[in-house]
């Protein structure tokens, strides 16, 4: 080897020697003594929620930085099975679903993960998290001791720690904690018709499952406080959700963990989830930080469910039940009311706790970055419209004696159109106690009444006269993702349709519109578009809006849906999510890492086109509080 060149290999080496070590330098997190130890040092844990799938992957960065402007030191994220297993044993974890692109972003800013895999998770989210078609498996029984349900889960689980366990603090990761199943000890409650034992056998599976697969970190349980006896499992620290009485959290922990801490709130709500055609809840900022400064002198850890929400893109959203509401379902914004607003901002609440958290912590805490981009697009011209009803009479049509659900159509999301030719004329009451969730009515493509779970409207009056079609257009409003009622999640009609008491069977025809991409006018060839100038006839029917817009510069937008119906929005093939004229949320969010330079493409299913539109804008800031009922 020449001399000088060796000599220049030696600089070289002894100059990137020490990074490297410090790249390879593993930390370490434990439980013990009542504490987290972080690298041997007792640590308080400050975290925010933020979950990936809500977000673009391009914006991940923009976001974490903001949860490190805020002064946290972690993020905790929710792992929702049905965004990976997107079929059985089909998985994804690209893009906007690459969980581990996520957990390296996390560390490469400094902040811990906390991991939170579920497989149930609820978190307003579809199902809870639950792949749809799980209810077409023989004798699977979520959420239990089932061997059906835990072959499944025990598949999800291995499969997620080939992506996430070298990811781990033990491994050199930033992973430091995983949560074991999600507030099961409200679950207990609910279904006291399962056995106290076979509940903590359940628990126990989930957790082996976890350990068998790989995760080596501490484990942990979240309920609230008074739910531990049902949710808490051998082995995991417990930690309370909403739990503001500091006294009473440590008398619980200490009862289910040995007798001392470490003492954590897994979720303190600096806001609070909403529904459709509800108020939206707002949660004062002053509280919340007096709330965090409690938390801070008393070492409580926390962590802010939601620091920031995100957004409930395509079919995502969920829906909680109650016996007023037979279905509350969730809007696409997941604003929260959150510190970190769905678009990213900065907001009054975000500034508030940044004042406290600065005061009682030893680290620096750096600026919150510069907010995306926004844009206003004065107008977005629609060209073409054309007509569902016919767009559906294209496909090929599933029969059956009775109307058939979603699951046994092999379909999860989106719409479909049951059909029923009558060759003698009927009238009376039409009855479908088992609507699941909301339907428009169709005689021969005339529009005649619409019937909505959400407010509990199951019948309406009906005339079919001789020779004729009855249709009825129905969507899946997001299944339920909380309490007892998630074991029944069927979607579309799951009863006898009937007239005057009488069961309507034999002959009926059903249309799949999945709509999982944008309905592009190339997928129904021999449908004639009308331009929307001339879509007069289109008024009252189920519509396909086509339109471009030209942009010299990008950047986050909101679509304004004040003056429409019900519907969803697909921008460049992506589905923006759920659109309703009841409110409260009135704009969908655009992110522009979504749009482009030069043209872009807008497809809108409007679901009641009560008027006929030939144009929409988009607007710089969001209305979520708009309730219009």
């Not at 006294?247 to 007798?259: F, P, S």
């Not at 709330?291 to 002198?297: A, P």
Request: hydrophobic share 35%; with cysteine.
């Amino acid at each position: 080897m020449n001399r000088k060149l060796g000599v220049l290999l030696a600089s070289i080496l002894l100059t990137i020697s020490p990074l490297f070590s410090q790249v390879q330098k593993k930390h370490t997190f434990e439980i013990k003594n009542g504490n987290f130890l972080y690298d041997g040092k007792p640590t308080q844990i400050h975290s925010g929620e933020m979950h990936y799938a809500r977000i673009p992957h391009q914006y991940w960065r923009h976001r974490m930085q903001m949860i490190k402007g805020l002064g946290l030191n972690a993020v905790a994220t929710y792992v929702f099975w049905n965004n990976h297993e997107i079929a059985p044993d089909q998985w994804d974890f690209k893009g906007d679903r690459d969980l581990a692109q996520f957990i390296k972003t996390a560390g490469e800013e400094g902040l811990m993960v906390i991991l939170r895999p579920g497989p149930y998770t609820c978190a307003e989210w579809e199902f809870g998290g639950y792949p749809w078609w799980l209810q077409n498996i023989k004798g699977l029984e979520i959420r239990r001791d089932n061997p059906e349900f835990l072959k499944r889960t025990q598949k999800y689980i291995n499969r997620l720690a080939q992506e996430t366990k070298n990811l781990q603090i033990t491994h050199g990761g930033p992973i430091v904690m995983v949560q074991v199943e999600n507030e099961f000890g409200s679950y207990v409650a609910q279904r006291p018709d399962i056995p106290l034992e076979e509940h903590r056998a359940y628990n126990a599976a989930i957790k082996k499952q976890l350990i068998e697969a790989g995760f080596d970190v501490p484990t942990f349980t979240s309920d609230g406080s008074w739910l531990f006896k049902g949710g808490a499992t051998p082995g995991a620290l417990p930690t309370a959700n909403g739990e503001s009485n500091i006294e009473n959290l440590k008398k619980v922990v200490n009862e289910y963990h040995d007798g001392k801490g470490p003492y954590m709130v897994a979720e303190f709500y600096p806001g609070w989830l909403s529904h459709w055609a509800e108020p939206f809840p707002e949660v004062s900022a002053s509280e919340i930080a007096k709330q965090t400064e409690k938390y801070l002198k008393n070492n409580i850890s926390f962590n802010f469910y939601m620091v920031h929400g995100g957004t409930n893109f395509g079919f995502t959203s969920g829906a909680n039940y109650d016996k007023k509401h037979d279905l509350q379902p969730d809007l696409t914004s997941y604003d929260y009311d959150a510190p970190i607003s769905e678009a990213g901002w900065v907001t009054p609440k975000y500034d508030s706790i940044r004042n406290v958290i600065k005061k009682h912590v030893s680290y620096k805490v750096p600026e919150a970055p510069k907010p995306i981009p926004v844009i206003e697009i004065p107008e977005i011209r629609l060209q073409k419209a054309y007509n569902v009803l016919d767009m559906a009479a294209t496909l090929q049509p599933v029969s059956n004696d009775k109307p058939m659900s979603f699951e046994e159509l092999n379909q999860g999301y989106g719409y479909v159109l049951y059909t029923r030719k009558f060759n003698q004329p009927i009238s009376g009451k039409l009855e479908i106690k088992g609507l699941r969730d909301y339907a428009v009515v169709y005689v021969n493509g005339e529009k005649v009444g619409e019937l909505n779970r959400v407010f509990n409207n199951y019948s309406m009056d009906i005339e079919i006269p001789f020779n004729s079609t009855l249709q009825i257009l129905v969507e899946n409003f997001g299944r339920i993702n909380y309490g007892p009622e998630i074991i029944h999640n069927n979607k579309g009609i799951i009863s006898p349709v009937k007239i005057n008491a009488m069961e309507i069977s034999g002959d009926w025809k059903m249309y799949r519109l999945p709509m999982e991409e944008a309905p592009y006018a190339s997928l129904y060839k021999s449908v004639k578009p009308d331009n929307v100038k001339n879509a007069t006839k289109l008024k009252d029917m189920p519509t396909v809006y086509e339109g471009t817009f030209n942009l010299k510069e990008t950047g986050d937008t909101f679509v304004d849906m004040k003056n429409w119906g019900k519907g969803i929005i697909f921008v460049n093939g992506k589905n923006l999510g759920r659109y309703w004229k009841v409110g409260p949320q009135q704009t969908l969010y655009l992110p522009g890492v979504w749009l482009k330079k030069g043209e872009n493409k807008i497809v809108i299913f409007e679901q009641l086109n009560e008027k006929v539109h030939t144009n929409l804008h988009t607007v710089k800031t969001p209305i979520l509080k708009d309730l219009s009922l």
